[in-house]
């Protein structure tokens, strides 16, 4: 951003002061403080971020955002009552004073690594800002708007909802001139109140710009009910049904001979009547469903085929997002960032597929932030495994109980291990791997999947760790015949 102190106080309603100042930046952590940032004071559940004022005022910072006073600061102060919401004021009034073409970006799963994938197809255009990793909320994303320069000819937004009112909020701020609602299912949906999960994602429709427009998923009934109740312009895209304008066939994987490592997947699209092979950095249903609206949002905003084609060349998956790699006779997979019925559910029928018939494990944790269709959607995950045939399944944290009655009813007859320390996970890999040892040919995969609060990528770790050290451990366990 390129704000001064003084059109940020009359945007807040402030009294200007008379030495005005440039602010370039906006941050919340004092450890990310430096000269020409805005200090935002935030009050948390655990520590109050005015309390760290003097350490952002000492490494240089140009200017605070505060909702109590701070009578020992030397910089000046935006005094408010509320910094968060002040915080999304600021950025509102970046957004309109910026040139960009603001895409925002919302739904249940997936949303990450399409807010990332499309920031790299409009990169083949003009110059792109995006959300970093999943920074989606009521702090993180008026943070990336501000972080904008300014001079974009694109910004992508990640918009999340935690509770009921926060797409409200956040449609307020960003007024997308392009709003992709993805796909819709169960997430959050402990703080999401009496509307509904679709009902809460289409709001962002009622926040679209002057002129502005809707890409739906077509493929979820409620979704597309709630979406056209806005009244807004909408276009619509499908990984399922051939006779929408936007939609994808997927071809199956494209990996070469010995590339062993690849997730790379084979894509027919079909933008507005024309066709377009391409491959992507990711596998299955649901790599269609990321693909055709990434392709279709690049379509709508301008882009050409070609340039569409160039982009999804050159495209890579973000971290912790179904990042492969091989360790011996393993594959192993780290998509360990977040996990809700949805995306578990893809992840592992994508997983399952690149295993091929080989042997397959996942080691998944707790969907959290359920409510009170945890024990539901945990035994339903349950079934869904079941399915799949995993030569074991391991497991981190609450809800094993669920887990197992779907795994029962679903017919599985194979290896269940529940761990509650990361320090019971190698013994379990080790008692597991002993009963399923992957053949030299063939090999195995492992999945790494869970809720953020499980932590998995230090079970992921342990594990490289574990086949490192150990150069024959990923092939066959020590003391074995």
Known sequence: MHLTYNEMSACLGLAPIE?????????TDSRDAKPG??????RGEHVDGHDFAPKAE????????ASRALPQANVPVLLVPDTVRALGRLASHWRHAARAKVIGITGTAGKT???????QLLTTRGKTACNALNFNNRIGMPRAMLTAYGDEDFWVMEVGINREGDIEELGEVLRPDLGVILNVGAGHTERLGKKGI??????????????GCGLISADYPDLTCEAAAT????????????SVEYHAVYEGLANQPGDSCATRGRYRLCLGGEWLSVTAPFCGTYGAENCIAAAAAAHLTGLSNDEIATGFAQATAPAQRFFRKRLGLWDVIDDTYNANPLSMRRMLEAAAELAAGRIFVPVLGEMLELGDIAAE?????????AGLAPAGVIWKGGHASDLCEGLKRGGYRGAFFAIRERGDFLAVVENLLREATP??????????????NNRLEKEFEDFCAFCSARPKAAEKIPGEN
């Open 198 to 211: 679709a009902a809460n994602k289409a709001a962002l429709l009622r926040y679209l710009a002057p002129g």
């Open 37 to 42: 940032a805005l200090f935002v004071c935030i």
């Open 377 to 385: 959607e945990h035994e339903k995950l349950g079934g869904c495994l």
């Open 439 to 452: 053949d030299e040919e063939s090999g195995g995969l492992l999945l790494f999947k869970g809720s953020r």
């Open 113 to 119: 690594s399409l807010k990332e994938l499309l920031a």
């Open 19 to 27: 030495e005005d100042r440039l602010l370039t930046s906006a941050v």
């Open 231 to 242: 009244g807004a312009a909408q276009h619509f895209f499908s990984a399922r049904n051939t």
């Open 58 to 65: 000492k490494a240089g910072v140009t200017a605070v955002l």
